[in-house]
């Protein structure tokens, strides 16, 4: 599981304190996937990052009883003047797995070809988008965070075939998802949640939690 306890983050902007979350708790079980709907500038993307270990709170505990991903899209784990392949057997050692499987995987899901083995620098943003999503397939997690704000692919043989393991890797584990569109969530979650003015407002169903989004952002 992942727990939230009276968690607290805010930042100073210049003129004022913007407020992420405010004593927030909340909890999320193996097994049910979660969508958060967040409204553009409140913080999704922080909110992603504390789940994911990236940013403290300012209060609060934030518990992880399981395996939790970086964010799909999240680069700060490797080093640009390496290539794929080296960033991916380092990426491997330090989870504990086999680095030629990981390195094997992600080759055959990026189909970066020689550039696989040429710095991560050179890339494109499209190019470094196949290579963290397929190093984030690679690895084995009990939740996968996804952050709609992060870079994607526009290359569509990668996305059906990542779109096809991803949908497979969904049978046996948990997401969690924030989006300000709620067409999004329908893909990966049932449950959801509404995040406003620092709350975190949870339902049992999208439906829910979609009246009060629409009330939030059009009322």
Known sequence: MLEFENVSKSFWTGTQRKVILDRVSFRVELGQSLGILAPNGTGKTTLINMMAGLEK????????????????????????????????????????????????????????????????????????????????????????????????????????????????????????????QPATLEKFARSAAVLSNGKLHMFDTLEEAKQLYDYETQG
Request: hydrophobic share 35%; aromatic share 12%.
């Open 57 to 180: 709170p300012d209060e609060g505990q934030i518990r992880r009883g399981c395996r939790v991903s970086f964010p799909l899209g999240f680069m700060g784990g490797v080093i640009n003047k390496h290539s794929a392949m080296e960033n991916s057997r380092y990426i491997a050692r330090l989870y504990g797995l086999d680095p030629d499987y990981v390195e094997a995987f992600c080759r055959w899901l990026c189909g970066l070809d020689e550039y696989f083995d040429q710095p991560l620098g050179t890339y494109s943003s499209g190019m470094k988008a196949r290579f963290s999503f397929s190093l984030l397939l690679a690895l084995d997690f009990d939740i996968y965070l996804i952050d709609e704000g992060m870079p994607g692919s526009t290359d569509v043989e990668f996305n059906r075939k990542a779109g096809d393991i991803l949908r497979d890797r969904l049978r046996t584990t948990t997401v969690i998802i924030v989006s300000h």
